[in-house]
């Protein structure tokens, strides 16, 4: 048996990595070791471009009003009893590369409860589930682009990946635009976690500034008074989308 | 603008993500199957694909309603079996199997988009049903990862290798 991996072992990693030059998009590269799922998952070959104009891919999967009930945005009413936890809204608007609003598309969050667990039967780490909170949610954009969640700010949690690692609090987020390759799912994480710097996954974005985007940004304005904090996150999803939805939508 | 950075779907996408119905796209048409496996040859049993594709007749549109929700108490009704919405989801199973019944695409391929614990950003490959002047610009030896396997009839064999030997051509749109 080795001795298992430690947080030192993990940050001397992130640390290498950190020295390489950042992916040009600022997207994670997919082999990053520190993060060690990634070790038998990621292709070795170089991805085929496509440059083909007609692509199935420039157009993408629409959603509509049938698609979401008004209250799937509100996490904390799902139940009966009200859940326990910090209550939070999520605020903010999604975005294509050149700025514009992505109107009437599907967002779609997951996230652990305030203690850090998830309503998942892989997650038997000791926290408490809340009988009150599953932690999934949905909305559309509408249109400048805007989405709203409230919900309870998500516990951190442990993880195996080595020796006494812990995720950030973190919800995840799931975004389509208007073409398929805008498809997005990654994570919104809270300012000023102090398990930042030790976490291989939120450190596989080498790069600081594009780090920072991950973070929503906590407005006060956006507070609700006796009832719930704000938090401001906006989304630029990357890859194109065909001239005639551009000029069409 | 700067794109917000890709992060891993994780383990827990399972109660969220996936929907009633999210393999059939339509039925009475053919039905896609396969295995996800990683560079060890083991199956991944926490993978989830998305699909994209044109009609019968090659059109693209799509439609709203493949997560059609009950607005009296919130279920997920999925799809209501008339119209096409050209969008499907599938979560591997514990043996890393997917299933996907649908039409056969009039313009040739199915897109689909891999997401997985341990992949930090999705890739995009596509299912072929016969030869396309796409292939053609797709390195020989590697050519037949992207090409459907006929089981039986209507049936296709489509294995996404993540990496390794047999690893399957993923694709980069810019």
């Known amino acids: 048996m080795s001795e298992p991996l430690q947080q030192a072992d993990i940050d001397r990693e992130i640390a290498e990595y950190a020295g ?36 199935a891919e420039l157009t993408g999967p629409v959603f509509g009003a049938t698609d979401v009930t008004p209250l799937d945005n509100d996490l904390t ?8 936890g910090e209550r939070i809204t999520v605020r903010g608007r999604v975005l294509d590369r050149s700025g514009r609003p992505v109107r009437g598309q599907l967002v779609e969050i997951w996230q652990a409860n305030a203690a850090g667990r998830y309503l998942h039967q892989r997650d038997d780490h000791p926290a408490p589930l809340d009988p009150n909170f599953t932690g999934v949610g949905r909305c559309l954009t509408d249109d400048e682009g805007r989405y709203m969640f409230t919900t309870i700010k998500p516990g951190p949690y442990p993880w195996r990946n080595h020796r006494n690692a812990w995720r950030p609090a973190h919800i995840h ?8 390759t805008q498809r997005l799912v990654t994570q919104m994480y809270f300012p000023g976690d102090p398990l930042f710097p030790y976490d291989p996954i939120l450190q596989s974005v080498t790069d600081e500034r594009a780090r920072q985007r991950l973070v929503a940004e906590y407005v006060h304005d956006l507070s609700e008074p006796e009832v719930s904090l704000g938090y401001q996150w906006d989304i630029v999803l990357d890859g194109p989308a065909a001239t005639w939805m551009e000029e069409g939508r | ?25 339509a039925l009475g048409g053919i039905a896609v199957h396969g295995y996800v496996y990683d560079g060890a040859g083991d199956p991944v049993p926490d993978a989830l694909l998305e699909f994209w594709q ?13 997560l059609r929700r009950d607005p009296t108490n919130g279920a997920v009704l999925g799809r209501n079996g008339v119209v096409f919405t050209g969008f499907g989801r599938v979560g591997t199973d514990q043996d890393g199997h997917w299933a996907l019944r649908t039409v056969r695409p009039g313009n040739g391929y199915i897109s689909v988009c891999v997401f997985a614990r341990g992949l930090l950003h999705h890739l995009y490959t596509r299912i ?25 009839d209507g ?15 993923f694709l980069d749109f810019g």
Request: proline share 14%; hydrophobic share 30%; glycine share 10%.
């Open chain 2, 54 to 66: 044109a009609d019968e007749n090659g059109e693209l549109r799509g439609a709203p309603g493949s």
């Open chain 1, 77 to 84: 009413k799902q139940h009966l009893g009200e859940p326990i």
């Open chain 2, 1 to 25: 603008m700067n794109p917000t950075p890709s992060q891993t779907v994780g383990p827990f996408y399972g109660y969220a993500l996936p929907f009633p119905g999210g393999g059939d796209i």
């Open chain 1, 173 to 180: 987020f799931s975004l389509f635009g208007t073409a398929f």
């Open chain 1, 20 to 55: 390489r030059p950042p992916t040009p998009s600022g997207h994670p590269a997919r082999d990053y070791a520190p993060y060690r799922s990634t070790l038998l998952r990621h292709p070795k070959q170089p991805l085929i471009p496509v440059k083909d104009p007609e692509a």
């Open chain 2, 155 to 169: 049936v296709y064999r489509f294995d996404i290798h993540l990496q390794g030997e047999k690893e399957t051509v």
């Open chain 2, 128 to 152: 072929y049903f016969g030869q396309d002047p796409f292939l053609d610009s797709v390195p020989a030896e590697r050519r037949h990862t992207l090409l459907a396997e006929q089981e039986r």
